[in-house]
C-alpha cells in the first residue's frame, strides 16, 4: 500500500535535480595523481600495546585475574613483591586497556603520535586516568613507538542516587601526541630503479591515462599500465638517488578519472545516488497509488425498558479502498540520469518509490549500469 504523492514529492524531484546539476557539471574536472592513487610501500602502520590507566576514582576494573596480575608484573619490575597478595588485592583506581596508534611512513625517531585508548575489563570511567608507559608493537612484534599520558575523553559522566548523565563514550580515549617514535619503519626510496603506483578505485581507462601522463611529463616510455590497479614507473636515471623531487613532480599531475555506471540504494534511509554514465533503453514505467482506509465506529446496543438483554458493544467497520488510475511513460533510447529522475518525479515517484522503479528497470535489462544495494 502506498499513500497519495503530495507535494513533497515535487520538492523532492527539485532536490534531485539541482543536486544532480551540482554534482556533475558540463565539463569533466581532473584530479591529481595523489588524490587517486598511493605509491606502494609507501604507507601507515598500525601499532597495538597493552597497557594499564591509573588514577580512575572507583570506576576502575573489579578484581579480575587479567588487571591484578599486571599489575603484579608492573610492581614487580620496580622492586615490590605482591605474589603473595594476590587474593587480597583490589584496584578499583586502575584500568586494563589496549593501546592502539598509526605509524606514518618514514617516520622518526621522536616523533609524537597520537594513540587510542580503550577498556578491556568492566571499568565505568576513565575520566582522569593517565595511562602507564606502555610499548607499542607492530605486526613483526617490534616496538615502534612508548605511549604514555592523561587520558582525554571529550566527554564526562556522573551520578547521585536516583539519577545519572552521561556525555560521549567513557571508557575509549585520546591522548594527543601520546607516544614518541623508538623505532624508525622500514622504506627508503633511494637506489630504487621503479616504483608502483596503486589506485584507490581500480579501472582500465584511468590506469592507462595516468601512465600515458606520466610518460608526457617525463619525455619518454617510462610508465606501464600493468593492471587495473597498478601503474609501474621505471625511475630515470637522473633521479635514482633522489626520488622525493620526482614524486613531487609526478603526484601534481592532473588525469581524467573514469568510472563504471553505477546506481547505489540505500534501502534504510530511502538514498537514491545515481552516477554520472547511466544510461536506459526504451522502457515502459507505470506508477499507481493505492489506499485503503479502514474506520471503527462501534455502536451501543440499549435494551428496552425492563426487558431482560444487557447493554453490548456492537463493533462496526467501514473499509473503503481506492486506486488512481496508474501513470505510464516512456523512456526512449539513450535517456542519461537527468531525464530518468525527472521523469520519475513527474509521476510522483518518491526516493523509495525510485528504489523500486530503479530495480524493476534493472530485472527488465533496461538499465545500463551495476546496481549496488547497501
Known amino acids: 500500500m502506498r499513500r497519495k504523492a503530495t507535494t513533497t514529492s515535487v520538492r523532492t524531484g527539485w532536490f534531485w535535480?539541482?543536486?544532480?546539476?551540482?554534482?556533475?557539471?558540463?565539463?569533466?574536472q581532473a584530479e591529481r595523481i595523489k588524490d587517486i592513487a598511493d605509491v606502494v610501500g609507501v604507507r601507515d602502520n598500525q601499532l597495538m600495546g597493552?597497557?594499564?590507566?591509573?588514577?580512575?576514582?572507583?570506576?576502575?576494573?573489579?578484581?579480575?585475574?587479567?588487571?591484578?596480575?599486571?599489575?603484579?608484573?608492573?610492581?614487580?619490575?620496580?622492586?615490590i613483591n605482591l605474589r603473595d597478595e594476590v587474593g587480597n588485592l583490589e584496584a578499583p583506581n586502575v584500568a586494563a586497556v589496549m593501546v592502539t596508534a598509526e605509524l606514518p611512513p618514514f617516520a622518526s625517531q621522536g616523533q609524537n603520535l597520537d594513540v587510542t585508548v580503550s577498556s578491556l575489563g568492566d571499568a565505568e570511567s576513565l575520566q582522569g586516568g593517565t595511562l602507564l608507559m606502555t610499548p607499542l608493537k607492530g605486526p613483526d612484534d617490534q616496538v615502534y613507538a612508548v605511549a604514555q599520558g592523561a587520558v582525554s575523553l571529550g566527554g564526562y559522566g556522573a551520578?547521585?542516587?536516583?539519577?545519572?548523565?552521561?556525555?560521549?563514550?567513557?571508557?575509549?580515549?585520546?591522548?594527543?601526541?601520546?607516544?614518541?617514535?623508538?623505532?624508525?619503519?622500514?622504506?627508503?626510496?633511494?637506489?630504487?630503479?621503479?616504483?608502483?603506483?596503486?589506485?584507490?578505485?581500480?579501472?582500465?581507462?584511468?590506469?592507462?591515462?595516468?601512465?600515458?601522463?606520466?610518460?608526457?611529463?617525463?619525455?619518454?616510455?617510462?610508465?606501464?599500465?600493468?593492471?587495473?590497479s597498478s601503474v609501474r614507473v621505471q625511475i630515470p636515471s637522473e633521479y635514482r638517488s633522489h626520488v622525493v623531487p620526482l614524486m613531487a613532480r609526478l603526484e601534481s599531475l592532473q588525469v581524467k578519472t573514469d568510472r563504471k555506471a553505477r546506481v547505489v540504494l540505500d534501502e534504510r534511509t530511502g538514498t537514491v545516488i545515481i552516477g554520472k554514465h547511466v544510461r536506459v533503453h526504451p522502457v515502459?514505467?507505470?506508477?499507481?497509488?493505492?489506499?485503503?482506509?479502514?474506520?471503527?465506529?462501534?455502536?451501543?446496543?440499549?435494551?428496552?425498558?425492563?426487558?431482560?438483554?444487557?447493554?453490548?458493544?456492537?463493533?462496526?467497520?467501514?473499509?473503503?479502498?481506492?486506486?488512481?488510475?496508474?501513470?505510464?511513460?516512456?523512456?526512449?533510447?539513450?535517456?542519461?540520469?537527468s531525464s530518468l529522475v525527472g521523469a520519475l518525479n513527474s509521476i510522483g515517484a518518491s526516493s523509495r518509490d525510485l528504489i523500486a522503479i530503479l530495480r524493476a528497470i534493472k530485472e527488465a535489462g533496461a538499465l545500463s549500469a551495476e546496481l549496488k544495494i547497501i
Open 159 to 228: 551520578q547521585g542516587q536516583a539519577g545519572e548523565t552521561q556525555v560521549n563514550h567513557l571508557t575509549a580515549g585520546r591522548i594527543p601526541n601520546g607516544a614518541l617514535v623508538e623505532r624508525e619503519p622500514p622504506g627508503d626510496l633511494a637506489g630504487k630503479q621503479q616504483l608502483r603506483l596503486s589506485l584507490r578505485r581500480a579501472d582500465f581507462t584511468t590506469a592507462n591515462r595516468v601512465a600515458r601522463s606520466v610518460d608526457e611529463e617525463l619525455g619518454g616510455d617510462f610508465a606501464k599500465a600493468v593492471d587495473p
Open 284 to 337: 515502459a514505467v507505470s506508477h499507481g497509488n493505492l489506499s485503503i482506509k479502514i474506520t471503527e465506529k462501534p455502536q451501543v446496543s440499549q435494551p428496552a425498558s425492563f426487558g431482560q438483554g444487557v447493554t453490548t458493544v456492537v463493533p462496526r467497520t467501514q473499509i473503503e479502498a481506492g486506486e488512481e488510475e496508474a501513470d505510464l511513460i516512456m523512456l526512449q533510447p539513450g535517456v542519461d540520469l
Open 17 to 28: 535535480l539541482v543536486l544532480l546539476a551540482a554534482l556533475f557539471p558540463a565539463a569533466v
Open 50 to 79: 597493552y597497557g594499564l590507566v591509573v588514577g580512575l576514582g572507583g570506576s576502575g576494573d573489579s578484581a579480575n585475574p587479567m588487571q591484578l596480575q599486571s599489575l603484579v608484573s608492573m610492581m614487580e619490575r620496580r622492586g
